[in-house]
């Protein structure tokens, strides 16, 4: 596994300072990112007509994701007690066969399995690696919706990242700081764990009185009885398992609606309340002026979860409350918020195109500077080009990064952005402005690809862009011309 790095810019990159350690265990990427699966190959070759296959075939992590069925819907019943740190969890997930399966996968890290049900009926499973394997009763037919009720726990252990981070479930010292970019949910829940597979979620987390459990979206009830405080979370539109976030510490909790209609919810440690006041009393300010530019707010409600977990290094998207490791700046919770859009409503078909998540989310702090009182989207583009050629970012294309560490590195992110401002020059403001919203309208609450950007970005602008994005997402080093 490669050595932990720095983060693509100061601030608004998922990661944001050189690890120096971990929090609590950890569990390596090593089946995901070692095993290439094909059709040619060993691993798929032994695959049946009615066996789902145990990854989504990701170019980047083949191994994620799963084949044979599409997920409707989690509901996840979690029980954690941060003294001993063990979790509790029944997980119900409502799925559709897309062919006929005798056996499928879910993904799940760690953790004892109790029990599975397929339709209410006792399934047989077994653990291959990441592989949660299930075998029904009755053989399910293509087309046909189903139910999995899985009954798990044990302690939690975090998955470490191709550039030495950690994700998943990552312990604090007064609960769980819960971020998933790219497979850490597998390790606190059984999923289907890759972005094509988008679903609504429930969550009832139930935790001792005097800590707070946040998720996603909607609060809609939280109860003390017997020493226990559950709390009631429903995430209604469709989101990526990566995007899934159950974090839980003593959190200062401030609730209202925004002047445009939109609920918040912050859950911020103590310990940063402080340094995260002033960013984060800019957040209506932010979410009016990104439905702005990018058009409406996707999701039913918004916020954040400001922990103290120095150790991390990095802020997520977790959708609807991105999630920060300490106090974020204000370019921080603008690129995380702009993530709603791109990256969370909008999100990937491939790791591949991860440039599509970071280089809009980049790209919106240059914009917010620009807009702000500081320098141009021209004048930051013009910084980083005076990078010599040695730079790490012209290191590799922005658009096929490669596996392990790139993913997160600086072309992806400030690269990523250049080639957005490379765009905005070609084509005018107009056009660009209209090409970020009827992207974000076209796919919303789904996918999207590279090619389906470049081909929006031409049919809008009535221009062959063939050559700009030619050299600006898919050759390594620095272009002769800014």
Do not use: C
């Amino acid at each position: 596994m490669p050595a932990a790095t720095s983060r693509a810019s100061a601030t608004g990159s998922r990661r944001r300072s050189v690890r120096s350690g971990f929090l609590g265990t950890a569990v390596t990427l090593l089946a995901v990112t070692a095993v290439t699966v094909t059709a040619e190959s060993p691993a798929m070759a032994a695959i049946g007509a009615d066996r789902g296959a145990p990854g989504q075939g990701d170019p980047y992590f083949p191994l994620a994701g799963n084949g044979g069925y599409t997920t409707g819907h989690y509901d996840l019943d979690l029980a954690y007690d941060p003294a001993t740190r063990q979790l509790d969890g029944a997980a119900r997930i409502t799925a559709r066969a897309t062919q006929e399966l005798r056996t499928f996968d879910l993904d799940l890290s760690g953790l004892t399995v109790r029990g599975v049900r397929v339709n209410a009926r006792a399934a047989r499973w077994t653990r291959q690696g990441q592989e949660l394997v299930i075998t029904p009763r009755q053989a399910l037919r293509k087309g046909e919706g189903f139910r999995v009720d899985i009954s798990y726990g044990g302690v939690p252990e975090n998955i470490t990242d191709p550039d030495g981070s950690a994700d998943g479930w990552i312990t604090t010292d007064d609960g769980a700081f819960v971020a998933g970019e790219p497979l850490g949910a597998m390790s606190w829940f059984p999923a289907d764990d890759h972005p094509l597979d988008k679903a609504s979620y429930a969550f009832r987390i139930t935790v001792p009185a005097g800590y707070t459990a946040v998720a996603n979206g909607v609060l809609t009830s939280q109860r003390t009885t017997g020493g226990r405080t559950t709390f009631r979370w429903n995430q209604a539109e469709p989101m990526a398992a990566y995007l899934a976030t159950a974090t839980i510490g003593k959190f200062d909790v401030q609730q209202y609606t925004t002047a445009s209609g939109i609920p918040v919810y912050t859950a911020v440690d103590p310990r940063e309340a402080a340094g995260a006041a002033p960013a984060l009393a800019q957040i209506p300010a932010i979410l009016d002026w990104e439905s702005t530019l990018f058009g409406p707010y996707p999701f039913a409600a918004a916020g954040a979860i400001v922990d103290h977990a120095p150790d991390v290094g990095y802020a997520l998207e977790t959708q609807t409350r991105p999630l920060y490791d300490r106090a974020p700046d204000v370019g921080t919770v603008v690129h995380e918020t702009a993530h709603q859009w791109f990256g969370d409503s909008v999100s990937l078909t491939s790791w591949q195109d991860i440039w599509l998540n970071e280089g809009f989310a980049t790209y919106a702090e240059w914009l917010w500077t620009e807009q702000h009182g500081g320098p141009t989207a021209q004048a930051q583009f013009d910084s980083y080009y005076a990078r010599p050629a040695t730079s790490s970012l012209w290191a590799f294309p922005t658009a096929d990064p490669g596996q392990g560490a790139n993913i997160f590195a600086s072309p992806v992110y400030d690269r990523g952005a250049m080639t957005l401002q490379k765009l905005r020059t070609a084509v005018g403001d107009a056009h660009f402005f209209t090409i970020l919203k009827a992207w974000a309208r076209g796919h919303r609450y789904g996918n999207g690809t590279t090619a389906q950007f470049v081909a929006l970005s031409e049919k809008v602008s009535g221009k062959d862009l063939g050559a700009l994005f030619h050299t600006w997402l898919w050759t390594a080093g620095k272009p002769a011309q800014p």
